[in-house]
């Protein structure tokens, strides 16, 4: 845990188990791809818990693990939320809520208006974060648009109250995109809801890491 950062432990904490299968399993980027065109992208917009995301992106390369040591503090570029300027590896400056999902949607527009039909773009929300407008008008563009190189990954750990029927993937679902529930601490489970993607219409995978889904 980084230090001073305890109040967002949990946070960084439910989102290890999905960071790990991404970039062990799934991601198509190395630290010698990082700028290259056909990689895929990784937006972490819950990016105000980012010690997990550090610790991994250390594991595979991208920075030296000693970086980790003295994480946020003043000399450290391992800040408290992510910069994109100083930690090689982080696409976007995040810990703001509400802003990684609409930055994805533009991405993955751009990238399909581009010609590039390979990368996927990949961005890992908060519950919480889902009560942003800007999240809202994002999942309604990208359902109706049919943006299949985007998939986004909800770490549902309750820290938030939804009265949506049919809980958080059916949300998604009536805006137009395909859905996974999975057990958001079971790496197999994980991966499949990752892999379970549309031909034409982007993916939703909800990961549930206070509860077992049944």
């Known amino acids: 845990m980084m230090v001073g950062d305890e109040k967002h432990a949990l946070s960084a904490e439910s989102t290890l188990d999905v960071l790990w299968v991404l970039y062990d399993r799934v991601l198509r980027i190395t630290p010698e791809t990082v700028d290259a065109p056909d990689r895929d ?15 991994v992106l250390s594991s595979k390369g991208f920075f030296p693990g000693d970086w980790l040591a003295d994480a946020a503090s003043w000399e450290s570029p391992l800040g408290h939320h992510p910069d994109r300027l100083r930690v090689p590896g982080v696409e976007i400056s995040s810990g ?6 609409p930055i994805g949607v533009g991405v993955a527009l751009g990238l399909t208006a581009g010609g590039l039909t390979e990368p996927r773009v990949y961005v890992l929300v908060g519950d919480a974060e889902l009560d942003e407008g800007s999240n809202h008008e994002a999942i309604a563009f990208a ?13 549902d750990n309750s820290s938030a109250t939804h009265g949506w029927p049919g809980g958080i993937a059916s949300r998604f679902r009536v805006n137009g995109w395909s859905a996974s529930d999975v057990d958001g601490r079971d790496h197999s489970a994980i991966e499949a809801g990752l892999r379970a993607t549309s031909r034409n219409r982007p993916h939703v995978v909800v990961a549930h890491t206070q509860r077992k889904v049944t």
């Open 96 to 101: 703001s809520l509400g802003h990684g999902l």
């Open 41 to 55: 992208r990784f937006l972490l917009s819950k990016g105000h818990g980012p010690a997990a995301f550090y610790h």
């Open 143 to 155: 359902g109706a648009t049919g943006l299949a190189n985007l998939i986004v990954i909800v770490v």
